[in-house]
């Protein structure tokens, strides 16, 4: 097993294939591996409707593929399956294997429909104990990001023991972190940047430098505010904190964190909380 590893859902949904490339670098810079997930499809899965999709032949042609992939990786790569995509068969992948984070892209717009996608993620965020990286259509820029924008609320978090990959980031030369607070009020007042920064101090998900002020946002939807914050701190990496409440919509709302994965603005990194 890797002693440190980043878990890819490299083919998850049609025209996403960009999850390997940004992991394998992001790897190579952590000293990491790479764990590529399949997903075992045979006969005997095959729902009614649609017999002979899936063989046994293909199966072992698929399951070729990926390790052939494996093996051109620059770090070391190992391959593990489950026998069909549940959230609940990939979090005991996840526990098993402790990963760094989960890596899954977006595909191209048209290619699955939006919602499929964003509950997807959300059905996942649910059954893992890993951060959840999740790349906007057509991947993101190949390289190892470096300027990092937490989003935070203003409450406490308490992250559950899994490897924090925000810190291994900040140990890069160059790498800067901004801590960003959306608010609906016009004057929220300083103790309200005070009170992020003590939120981040106190969930030891990173060290905050004393002199460090909390990037403010005025905006009535939240979401909107914090994809404004990281733009305006030109962000190349969006870390939001996602507790579980959260993580339910309804008909008439959805969660911010869909929200944010519904804008596949910029990769965004989810750290699941323990509420």
């Not at 490339?21 to 000293?31: G, I, M, S």
């Not at 978090?157 to 924090?164: E, I, Q």
């Amino acid at each position: 097993m890797l002693p440190a590893a980043l878990l890819v859902l490299p083919d998850l949904f049609p025209g996403s294939g960009h999850a390997l490339p940004y992991a394998a670098r992001l790897a190579e810079a952590l000293q990491a591996g790479l764990l590529l997930l399949h997903v075992r499809q045979d006969e005997l899965l095959t729902p009614e409707e649609h017999p002979g999709l899936h063989t046994r032949r293909r199966e072992r042609q698929s399951l070729a593929a990926l390790q052939t992939l494996a093996s051109k990786q620059a770090v070391p790569t190992e391959t593990v399956s489950i026998e069909e995509f549940l959230p609940e068969a990939v979090g005991e992948i996840v526990r098993e294997h402790q990963p760094l984070a989960l890596v899954l892209s977006c595909p191209n717009a048209g290619a699955v429909p939006a919602e499929v996608v964003t509950g997807t993620a959300l059905d996942l965020l649910r059954h893992i104990s890993c951060p959840l990286l999740v790349l906007p259509p057509g991947g993101a820029a190949a390289f190892v990001p470096h300027r990092l924008t937490l989003a935070v609320d203003g409450h406490d978090f308490t992250l559950p023991n899994y490897p924090h990959i925000v810190p291994q980031l900040l140990t890069r030369p160059g790498a800067t972190l901004d801590i960003v607070y959306v608010t609906d009020q016009k004057d929220p007042g300083a103790e309200a940047g005070h009170r992020a920064l003590h939120a981040v101090r106190r969930s030891g998900l990173a060290a905050v430098p004393e002199g460090t002020w909390a990037h403010i946002v005025y905006n009535p939807d939240t979401a909107q505010g914090i994809l404004q914050g990281a733009a305006e701190r030109q962000a190349d990496l969006l870390v939001v904190v996602a507790r579980h409440h959260s993580l339910w919509g309804s008909l008439f709302h959805r969660s911010i964190t869909g929200q944010l994965i519904d804008a596949r603005a910029i990769p965004l990194l989810l750290l699941p909380a323990l509420d």
